[in-house]
């Protein structure tokens, strides 16, 4: 009997040590990508399969929120890789001095723009739009037009000091129209049902029926088309054009797992990610998988005009335009 329990002790201590010796990589990223329908669960499968190690997603709000918890951590942060930035905050984010050079080979993305940036990887792209159900009477084609409209005609966005679509409408407006952003806020204030933290809230106040409208992607009534087999709804396609969204993942320059996190990082470009994105978080790839995009994206809207902020004047037009937003809303 001592010998048997000498002998179980042994393999007590030696799974044990095989458990602790086991490299966490701890993701912080949104809520809606660790969901038990978006990207992360596939993700953490196909990334455990090649790296020998116990991968972690935290969820932290929406985008916005990532780069606020960060910040707040600074380097006592747990997080080894933040993913879910996007190019209106990458400048601001790494003013921080928060997170590391990437190194990771870019050659093979397929953008709309030139990739240039050496601290941030892209992980998926696509353009905001207003969503609504295919039935709509009037359904604009404008923001004016969509102004126009009787005030009964309700829309749900998202706060953008929370939210990255939120910051987006911001931004979208601001290239849109420059100096007649305020205007274009008023007029879209009595439109407004109310404003959410995040894209998941508003996107479900819209599906109940409280609003006519929600701000969203193009690519979002793939979703209901390809899983829900559902073609009532579609994104309002609008004559002054799209803002885009490129969402981008940092390595944190703290992390005791550098080559986990770079390993990492590569293998988000690699086809066994990309193959993911599409149907998990309903969004463009960066690299088109090997098996091209899912039968229904072809039903989408392309935008005509792609508009979108330089990443280094991002941050002062988000300022300006934040408080454009602020004085129209209070009104």
């Known amino acids: 009997?001592?010998?048997?329990?000498?002998?179980?002790?042994?393999?007590?201590?030696?799974?044990t040590s095989v458990v602790a010796e086991t490299p966490v990589l701890t993701i912080y990223t949104y809520d809606s990508f660790v969901?038990?329908?978006?990207?992360?669960?596939?993700?953490?499968?196909?990334?455990?399969?090649?790296?020998?190690?116990?991968?972690?997603?935290?969820?932290a709000g929406d985008g916005a929120s990532l780069l606020a918890?960060?910040?707040?951590?600074?380097?006592?942060?747990?997080?080894?890789?933040?993913?879910?930035?996007?190019?209106?905050?990458?400048?601001?984010?790494?003013?921080t001095g928060l997170f590391a050079p990437a190194g990771t080979d870019l050659s093979g993305l397929n953008l709309p723009i030139a990739w240039q940036d050496e601290t941030f990887v892209p992980f998926d792209w696509g353009y905001f739009a207003f969503v609504h159900n295919t039935d709509m009477d009037n359904a604009p084609t404008s923001f004016e037009q969509l102004i126009a409209?009787?005030?009964?005609?309700?829309?749900?966005?998202?706060?953008?000091?929370?939210?990255?679509?939120?910051?987006?409408?911001?931004?979208?407006v601001q290239a849109a129209y420059g100096e007649r952003a305020p205007q274009i806020w008023e007029g879209l204030a009595p439109h407004i049902l109310t404003v959410t933290k995040g894209w998941s809230e508003a996107y479900g106040l819209f599906l109940e029926g409280e609003a006519d409208m929600v701000l969203s992607y193009t690519t979002s009534p793939a979703y209901h088309l390809i899983a829900e087999e559902d073609a009532s709804k579609t994104a309002a396609e609008f004559t002054e054009g799209h803002y885009m969204q490129i969402e981008v993942a940092g390595k944190v320059a703290s992390t005791d797992v550098p080559d986990l996190a770079d390993q990492f990082l590569a293998f988000m470009v690699s086809d066994a990610f990309q193959s993911i994105i599409p149907t998990t978080n309903?969004?463009?790839?960066?690299?088109?998988?090997?098996?091209?995009?899912?039968?229904?994206f072809e039903t989408l809207i392309t935008p005509e005009t792609a508009l979108l902020i330089d990443p280094q004047m991002a941050q002062g037009a988000r300022n300006m335009a934040l408080e454009i937003w602020l004085s129209a809303l209070s009104q």
Do not use: H
């Not at 953490?44 to 020998?52: H, M, N, S």
């Open 69 to 95: 918890r960060v910040r707040l951590e600074g380097d006592r942060t747990d997080a080894d890789v933040v993913l879910g930035l996007d190019t209106n905050q990458t400048v601001m984010a790494a003013e």
């Open 149 to 172: 409209l009787p005030d009964d005609v309700k829309i749900v966005i998202q706060d953008p000091r929370s939210s990255t679509p939120g910051l987006g409408l911001l931004l979208w």
């Open 35 to 59: 969901s038990d329908w978006g990207p992360g669960p596939a993700v953490e499968a196909a990334f455990e399969e090649t790296c020998g190690c116990d991968l972690q997603f935290v969820g």
């Open 1 to 15: 009997m001592k010998t048997l329990s000498l002998i179980a002790a042994g393999v007590l201590a030696t799974s």
């Open 282 to 296: 309903w969004m463009y790839p960066v690299s088109v998988p090997e098996s091209g995009l899912p039968a229904g």
